[in-house]
């Protein structure tokens, strides 16, 4: 099965430039979203959503935004070569 992100999408979404300022990302990060399959567009919305509201209790659940991408991004965007065929 294809993770959140399929395959062909997560070398996209891998390479996106640390160099450029935050709304360049933003606006490469919509982009790519438009260019996802509908259902999992949606997915990563809702989950981009729900997180930030888990991130706002940091102070007491301990899940930073950061503590969240470390947990959360392995299971949503994966190459094909880290996956058993």
Same mark, same amino acid.
Request: hydrophobic share 40%.
């Given at each position: 099965?294809?993770?959140?992100?399929p395959?062909?999408?997560?070398?996209?979404?891998?390479?996106?430039?640390?160099h450029?300022s935050?709304q360049?990302?933003?606006d490469?990060?919509?982009?790519? +979203?438009?260019?996802?399959?509908? /259902?999992?567009?949606?997915?990563?919305?809702? %989950?981009? $959503?729900?997180?930030?509201?888990? @991130?706002?209790?940091?102070?007491?659940? +301990?899940?930073?935004?950061y503590? /969240?991408?470390?947990?959360?991004t392995?299971? %949503?965007? $994966?190459s094909?070569?880290?996956? @058993?065929?």
């Amino acid at each position: 099965t294809q993770p959140v992100c399929p395959f062909d999408k997560y070398p996209d979404f891998r390479d996106l430039s640390k160099h450029l300022s935050p709304q360049q990302k933003l606006d490469n990060i919509v982009t790519l +979203l438009r260019d996802l399959p509908p /259902l999992n567009r949606t997915t990563l919305i809702y %989950l981009a $959503r729900f997180f930030h509201k888990v @991130s706002t209790f940091a102070a007491v659940n +301990l899940m930073s935004p950061y503590n /969240l991408a470390v947990i959360i991004t392995p299971n %949503l965007f $994966r190459s094909r070569e880290l996956t @058993s065929k």
